[in-house]
């Protein structure tokens, strides 16, 4: 089977293949531009993952500020903790 209709097929038998072609040294059967495409979302999902965490950080610290609910006080004090570890 091609190494692109692999990649659209079934994702962990591409993955499987890649890092054996990889590990091989087997360059010229590596899928290239897929593995580009994946390396790249790696950063990209890393960045929303943070801005997602910071956003929920801000949003749980100004409800704990401003927000006069004193029964969601410890609610969101161990929702800030959380996001800023």
Known sequence: METKTIYQQDFGLWIAETLKNLKEGDYQKVDWEHLIEEVESLGKSDQRK???FLRQLLTHLLKR???PLPQEFHHWEIEIRNFRI
Do not use: F, I
């Open 65 to 67: 500020h401003y927000l």
């Open 50 to 52: 943070v801005k997602s």
